[in-house]
């Protein structure tokens, strides 16, 4: 999952709805920098990426549109001040067309195109396989997925005080050569995907309060001769918007659980991870600022695996005679811990990014 790119699209997309044509296109990037200290001592390690992110969204008509995002990323991991290992390179390129029928339904199909890193070699795994933790979210967490196809359908619909949208979507991917270890290449396999999500919205006076569920279901991973089970996902999702005299506070929500899956040599564990975070945004001489604070903790088969609290600060402005350049700096904090087995590690993070929006 690249989850700069998905922020960046969801935007992209809330803009095109309104669009006429290709006179209306929407061009974004989001470079950040993302930083995280793991531990201490002779066992300390940090981990961090670079990532340019970049989309262009085409509204060829007002039911019709065309999107294109990839991502450049460099990843990496040093230990006591050494490097030891780099990742870097484009990632896949996702294609998305949107189809509107009529004013509550839409259609998607979607492409993720192999022009990623591939074959990874031994001195780049590590920190291919640090940047995809669960828990600390990098903006990039994997470098290629292989050949894929997506097809989706949205429905919106309402009832009484309440809209209520309903999804589903499948993704079927093709196998490709992942990791190269020495002389041999890894051949993997991706399973497919099915994802069903419902989201509701209404008003309580000057309120406004939004929620959603989705759940994913996955065919078995291949490695070469080697079956691997993704355990089944839940997300949810909630927020309430609570709008002021002088700026609007906003409460939010996320839990992830993903039920137990098979790995090489055993089960793995269910997991789960939950967020809140707490907004307060408000205009200040032509700059919308808005500081959050941040609280996550992850959870493995009854047992402690990580604790994080963020502290961040997030601006809005128009730059100059540019109408059309949003400008949306942000920065982060980050203090908590992880454990390895039963020892909990402690971690800094630090996180800067620069959303740029031209429409």
Known sequence: MRRTLAIILAAATAGSARAQGIGDLSVITG???TS???GSGTTAKTVGQISLPFAVIVPLTE??????STNWAQSTVRSNGTESSRISGLTDTQLRINWSLGERTVLTLGANVPTGMYKVPDKQQEAAGQVASPFLLYPVSSMGSGLGTTAGVAQAMSFGEWNVGLGASVRVSSPFDAYQVQTRVLRFEPGSEARVRIGVDRAFGDMRFTAGATYSMFTDDKADSTTFATGGRALGQAALAIPTSSGEWTLSAWDLYRGQGQ????????????NGNLTYGFDWNG????????????MRDYEKAGMLGTASVRFRFRFGLFDNLSVNPTVSYSLGNVY??????????FRALLLLRWR
Not at 63 to 68: E, K
Not at 264 to 274: D, K, R, T
Not at 287 to 298: D, N, T
Not at 340 to 349: E, H, I, K
């Open 36 to 38: 995280y200290a793991i």
């Open 287 to 298: 700059v919308f600022v808005q500081p959050s604070l941040e609280g996550r903790a992850w």
């Open 31 to 33: 470079p950040q920098f």
């Open 263 to 274: 790995q090489s040599g055993g089960s793995a564990p269910w997991e789960n991870i939950v």
């Open 340 to 349: 390895a087995s039963t020892t909990p590690l402690d971690v800094q993070g």
């Open 63 to 68: 039911r019709f549109s065309i999107d294109v």
